[in-house]
Nanobody, 121 residues
Framework: QVKLVESGGGLVQAGGSLRLSCAAS????????MGWYRQAPGKQRELVAS???????NYANSVRGRFTISRDNAENTVYLQMHSLKAEDTAVYYC???????????????WGQGTQVTVSS
């Protein structure tokens, strides 16, 4: 069994900062890509940022330059540092990870339960 647990969401004023964390636990052989998605009310879930096992990163245009994704492979944890937050960043943020549970198994997608980020203008 694998679980992703997010933390760090909350309410912040526009221009402020937040740091999200997501820790994977359970039977894990390795973790390939990890990422953060978000879903605002009435909108589809969208990719915010992703990071490969070697550290290659990818960002949505709307957050590039303001958000930084990083990971700690030893702790099976991914972070999202968010600066210069805007009202349009308000959403539920979900952690995602492609996890290999056993040697020679293919990676499977796992999701966290989501953490609310609310930016007041």
């Amino acid at each position: 069994q694998v679980k992703l647990v997010e933390s760090g969401g909350g309410l912040v004023q526009a221009g402020g900062s937040l740091r999200l964390s997501c820790a994977a636990s359970g039977t894990i052989f390795s973790i390939d890509a990890m990422g953060w998605y978000r879903q605002a009310p009435g909108k589809q879930r969208e990719l915010v940022a992703s990071i490969g096992i070697g550290g290659t990163t990818n960002y949505a245009n709307s957050v590039r330059g303001r958000f930084t994704i990083s990971r700690d492979n030893a702790e099976n944890t991914v972070y999202l540092q968010m600066h210069s937050l805007k009202a349009e960043d308000t959403a539920v943020y979900y952690c995602n990870a492609a996890i290999v549970r056993w040697l020679l198994d293919p990676p499977l997608d796992y999701w966290g339960q989501g953490t609310q980020v609310t930016v007041s203008s």
